[in-house]
Each structure stands twice: as structure tokens, then as C-alpha cells.
């Protein structure tokens, strides 16, 4: 009887990480793309230095005037639209991998931030948001 060796390990650890990644996206925050339905979700970024909370997120192809961007509570709202570069309705595609149509991220700001200090540019695709750290908000509780 013939053997067959097949190997499975680096399917399944990269199954185990696809199935993590999906279930923290749609447990990680209210309003996640999940359950609110839309077709897709920007990948971004957070980081910090010493004055400031920057976010970075990856919307090539989405035009200024179609995004919304707010502060809510803790939370940064980004919704927007991407629309095709040409009408597809029409078109035989050979492969189609970009992802198109209305998209909403909620991310959880991880510090309390000052709403005189923030900004929002748009540069080859990448959406840069500055916000300004609020260092007075920290509250000392005395124990007595």
C-alpha cells in the first residue's frame, strides 16, 4: 500500500491565526464591520510619542469629501465610501480583489485626548490623524 505524507502544520497555524484575527475584530469593539454589515474595513494603525496619538489608515481610492470622521466618547469613528475607478456593471473582470463600497472603523482611543488638538490629512491613500494627548486628565484618587 502506497504512503502519502501530507503536511498540514503551516495550514492550520495559519487557519488558527486567520480564525483569531476574525473573532478579535468582531469582539474587539461595538459597530465592528461584522456586525454592522459593511463590505469592508480599512486596515490602520495606532501609535504614540510623548505629545501625541497618531492613526494611520490605509483608504486608497476613497475621495476626502465622501469620508466622515469623529470622535465619540473614547472612540474615533472613520466611515467613508470607495467607489470603482470605472463603471463595472458593464465589464468582463479576470480577477477582482479590491473592495469597493461603503466602510465603517471604530477604534478605541487608548488615552483621553485634547479636542483643540486634533488633525486630519490625506496623502497617497493613507489618512493621517494627529491627536493631542491630554495630560491634565489624569485624576489622583485619595484613599481615606
Known amino acids: 500500500m502506497p504512503v502519502i505524507k501530507i503536511t498540514v502544520s503551516k495550514d492550520l497555524r495559519s487557519l488558527k491565526r486567520d480564525f483569531h484575527q476574525m473573532i478579535d475584530e ?11 454589515g459593511m463590505a469592508w474595513m480599512p486596515a490602520m494603525d495606532i501609535y504614540e510619542d510623548n505629545k501625541f496619538i497618531y492613526v494611520v489608515a490605509d ?4 475621495d476626502a469629501d ?8 473614547q472612540f474615533l469613528r472613520l466611515a467613508g465610501t470607495r467607489r470603482p475607478p470605472v463603471a463595472t456593471q458593464s465589464k468582463r473582470f479576470f480577477q477582482m480583489e479590491v473592495e469597493y463600497g461603503p466602510f465603517e472603523r471604530v477604534i478605541r482611543i487608548p488615552l483621553a ?3 483643540e488638538e ?3 490629512c490625506l496623502e497617497n ?3 493621517l490623524v494627529r491627536l493631542g494627548k ?3 486628565q489624569k485624576v489622583t484618587i485619595k484613599v481615606g
Open 26 to 36: 468582531m469582539f474587539r469593539l461595538p459597530h465592528s464591520h461584522l456586525m454592522s
Open 59 to 62: 483608504i486608497a481610492g476613497v
Open 66 to 73: 465622501s469620508l466622515e470622521l469623529a470622535i465619540e466618547g
Open 113 to 115: 485626548v485634547r479636542q
Open 118 to 120: 486634533i488633525e486630519a
Open 125 to 127: 491613500g493613507l489618512l
Open 134 to 136: 491630554d495630560h491634565q
